[in-house]
């Protein structure tokens, strides 16, 4: 296994040099959805599951767009008395015509991947992430990232059991 990881850089590479020759590709108008977010933001996260009392955590965000093409975020906040920092990449899969992303963070053993696409009626990626679960498993939520204003944006993850309220609602501000 470490050696097809070993080799997964040199055959993008190989792959990529006749492409790279006419040079890199260039964003595209899906990445405009992308800029969107890059900055500093101050975010409150509200989380209500099931069984449990409902909990609040403050945070702050950073993301950049690297090569105008890929969304790399970083989060820090304080969950339960403990640091929670989180690191996420996103972007624009044109094979897939929709939004991927993975994300990794101080309380999770595995990688969350999520895709979504853009619902340009509402201005709200629709979408699911899949993640890891406490049995060791994974489930797979239903997500919706919206801008009501271009200083505020709306990001609600709904519990695997299908319901219609979000589980947890980060409403992230974003600095001047």
Not at 159 to 164: L, M, T, V
Request: glycine share 10%.
């Amino acid at each position: 296994m470490k050696a097809a990881a070993c080799l997964a850089p040199t055959l993008t590479l190989l792959l990529a040099v006749p492409a790279l020759a006419q040079g890199p590709p260039m964003p595209g108008p899906e990445h405009e959805i992308l800029k969107r977010d890059v900055g500093t933001w101050d975010s409150v996260t509200e989380m209500q599951f099931p069984g449990m009392p409902p909990m609040t955590m403050n945070g702050t965000e950073t993301s950049t767009l690297v090569a105008g093409r890929w969304l790399v975020t970083e989060f820090r906040g304080e969950m339960m008395g403990m640091t929670f920092e989180g690191q996420g990449i996103s972007g624009w899969d044109p094979a897939k015509k929709a939004y991927v992303g993975v994300w990794a963070d101080s309380m999770s053993t595995s990688l969350s991947q999520s895709e979504s696409t853009h619902d340009a009626a509402t201005n709200t990626l629709k979408g699911w992430m899949e993640m890891g679960d406490p049995s060791g498993g994974k489930s797979k939520a239903r997500t919706e990232e919206s801008w009501p204003t271009a200083d505020t944006r709306v990001v609600k993850v709904f519990g695997p059991d299908g319901s219609s309220e979000p589980v947890m609602k980060m409403t992230y501000t974003k600095r001047k």
